[in-house]
């Protein structure tokens, strides 16, 4: 993949509903434009650097942007988002408007597949193609739980004090190595580095444990992934321990227009070695 070429990126803040999203653009504005949704806790710094050049680099206009209480987005008080998962998912549709795109290839991951599902449900005409990385079909039951191990993580989480940075950052670094395949060898230093460029860029980073809140709402239950009638690639790690292969392979059961790709041996991550392999997915994909 020809990285070599320089792509200038401009970021922008948008407004909406009374907050402001920062926003993140790479590539040229004439190719065809993809939005990156990152899942919980995670601002747009974990879509790496290299990914959205390498999209930029095969013809695509790349947004990321900070979700609310992440990055430099708007932030709110510590256990009161005055927000609703249904506001991700429409914040999405105003980033589109302040960028002047009517439609859009969509990229979510993890909670932000979740959200990107919503988008494709509720606004189906703003979006060309859809790509879940790392996530599960909304509606869908019966399908594999976590691995123990990283339940028996995940509930060390409750005796976190989240008020306190360090003890949070701690979390974080242990809920990555936690997450990461074996398909490579999880790399802590850039973790760590990753993670401490994250904290050092929020104005108020334990703001970002509102999501909890999110991912615990209940959903409409109108909002099935069944009902998805765009194209749908599901990129999916064969050893995720939060959303087991399963997860990725039942959209094609429950999703006529959808298809896996299947990243042997990866986790709930994107990992800098599958960079090439992910994006070169998504490009074929949109390429429709």
Known sequence: MNETRSFASTETSIEVKGAKLQTQAFGDPSSPPIILIMGMMASMLWWPDRFCKALAARQRYVIRYDQRDTGLSTHYPQGEPAYSFSDLADDVIAVLDGYGLETVHVVGMSMGGAIA????????????????????????????????????????????????????????????????????PHDPDAASALIARDIARAPSFASATNHFSLVSE????????????????????????????????????????????????????????????????????TAQ
């Not at 193609?129 to 995940?154: C, D, N, R």
């Not at 009638?229 to 990725?248: E, M, Q």
């Open 218 to 285: 209940e959903r409409p239950a109108r909002l099935q992934a069944s009902d998805i009638k765009l194209p749908v690639l599901a990129i999916h790690g064969s050893a995720d321990p939060l959303f087991p292969i399963g997860h990725g392979e039942a959209f094609t059961k429950v999703v006529r227009d959808a298809r896996l790709h299947r990243v042997e041996g990866g986790g709930h991550e994107i990992h800098e070695r599958d960079i090439d392999e992910i994006a070169q997915a998504i490009i074929d994909h």
């Open 117 to 184: 599902q919503e988008i494709a449900l509720r606004h189906p005409r703003r979006v060309r193609t859809l790509t879940l990385i790392s996530t599960s079909p909304l509606g869908v039951e019966g399908l594999p739980s976590s691995t123990k191990a990283y339940q028996e993580h995940s509930s060390s989480a409750e005796a976190v004090d989240w008020s306190n940075l360090e003890a949070i950052a701690d979390f974080l670094r242990r809920d990555t190595a936690m997450l990461a395949g074996a398909r490579h």
